[in-house]
T-cell receptor
């Protein structure tokens, strides 16, 4: 089944404790991205990747890191999480390398930073 | 920078009533996409509009792209409880998502 998977689905952590949210897609998509969703603000792009080893900042990259060592995986890293990073996070992928095709979203990761 | 606003933010309707959400961009868009997110779920692609003035229909849903390619609308005729969710538009130039419209349908 074609899908985007994220882990974990739920995470409660404390300020400053490094964490990684994994994202994997099995559709051989070129473009992958991370979004955070907050009430009233919609979906805001954190980082995106047009191909392996090519990543770039989205609208709200501060406090986040990403890597794209393999085509299928695009982990999101929070080196020192803070409470303002409490949010619902979505990974997405699309076929073309410019992100203009249909975005396929993962199920989401709900992160709480205490 | 580019901004995409949606109105209204929330809409409560009685089942059977019509519903419309509007998407307005501060800049001209190449294409626009619409997504639906059910409560507790993830956004799911509905449609993409490409041409100025384009109108597309999916059963009870009608999507329109403005002549200037700076605005778009989604109209649902005779809403059903299955239409509940948040509807997002997205400009594909920089994948800027709108703020979303949350639709609640009362039976």
């Amino acid at each position: 089944e074609a899908q985007v998977t994220q882990n974990p689905r739920y995470l409660i952590t404390v300020t400053g404790k490094k964490l990684t949210v994994t994202c994997s897609q099995n559709m051989n998509h070129e473009y992958m991205s991370w979004y955070r969703q907050d009430p009233g603000l919609g979906l805001r792009q954190i980082y995106y990747s047009m191909n392996v080893e090519v990543t770039d900042k989205g609208d709200v990259p501060e406090g986040y890191k990403v890597s794209r060592k393999e085509k299928r995986n695009f982990p999101l890293i929070l080196e020192s999480p803070s409470p303002n990073q409490t949010s619902l996070y979505f990974c997405a992928s699309s076929f073309g390398d410019r992100g203009t095709d249909t975005q396929y979203f993962g199920p989401g990761t709900r992160l709480t930073v205490l | 920078g580019q901004q995409v606003m949606q109105i209204p933010q929330y809409q409560h309707v009685q089942e059977g009533e019509d519903f419309t959400t509007y998407c307005n961009s501060s800049t001209t868009l190449s294409n626009i996409q619409w997504y639906k997110q059910r409560p507790g779920g993830h956004p799911v692609f509905l449609i993409q509009l490409v041409k100025s003035g384009e109108v597309k229909k999916q059963k009870r849903l009608t999507f329109q792209f403005g002549e200037a390619k700076k605005n778009s609308s989604l109209h649902i005729t005779a809403t059903q409880t299955t239409d509940v969710g948040t509807y997002f538009c997205a400009g594909t130039d920089k994948l800027i998502f709108g703020t979303g419209t949350r639709l609640q349908v009362f039976p």
